[in-house]
């Protein structure tokens, strides 16, 4: 194999923060696009809990997003070191916030009919809570702490958009939350979120080869 192998899917918000650290590290990849109800043999093969994405490399395989985050930071200083320790240390926090209470909560409220008695208001609220925590401890600026992207940019950023996509009207409404807001405004009109959502044909044994990033930023 001349470059990794990616499996991903363009919309899952997994998947777009992975990209988005390989796209900043200018780390080529072959991409393998994938249909969620459909998943290819060698991807479940290679990774049983068939979610993406999945990084395939000759010496490793890593199918978690973060790890996918932290291999890519420990190959290239993409992020050139510009927060200072409590940054930090509140970006550790704040994604294992959003991982796991945030997630819980915008899948029972952007899909309630999956869910078994999902009240949606109290999800949309329990998701609006950890916002409003996000809004008091992050800068006015373009990104979170500032006005270059971070970790914690690329890291929550698209569960934020998945949040604002089951109302936009409702939460563009929102007053207590107008920093978390412009942030997201930023990154959805970003160059980087524009190159990685690049579509791809879905991918199928024998395919042509696709290759990502799909052009230089």
Known sequence: ??????????????????????????????????????????????????????????DKIIDESIEIINWVISKVDIFKGNLEQHEN????????????K??????????????????????RNE???ILKYLENLISDKNCFFGEKLNKLDI???????????????WFDSLKDILKVQKCLNNFLESKLFIEIMHSYKV???????????????
């Open 89 to 100: 240390d509140l970006t550790d926090e704040l994604i294992s916030i959003f991982d796991n």
């Open 1 to 58: 194999m001349d470059y990794p192998i990616l499996y991903s899917f363009k919309r899952c918000p997994y998947a777009m923060r992975a990209r988005m650290a390989l796209q900043l590290a200018n780390i080529k990849c072959e991409i393998r696009e994938v249909r969620l109800n459909n998943k290819p043999d060698h991807m479940i093969e290679v990774s049983p809990k068939g979610t993406v994405p999945v990084l395939i490399m000759k």
């Open 155 to 169: 890291s929550i950023l698209p569960f934020i958009r998945q949040y604002r996509i089951a109302n936009e009207k």
């Open 203 to 217: 991918w199928e044994e024998g395919s042509d080869l696709d290759y990502f990033p799909a052009k230089k930023l």
């Open 102 to 123: 945030f997630k819980y909560h915008l899948d029972r409220y952007k899909y309630s009919t999956r869910y078994k008695d999902a009240n949606l208001e109290f999800h």
């Open 127 to 129: 998701c609006h809570k």
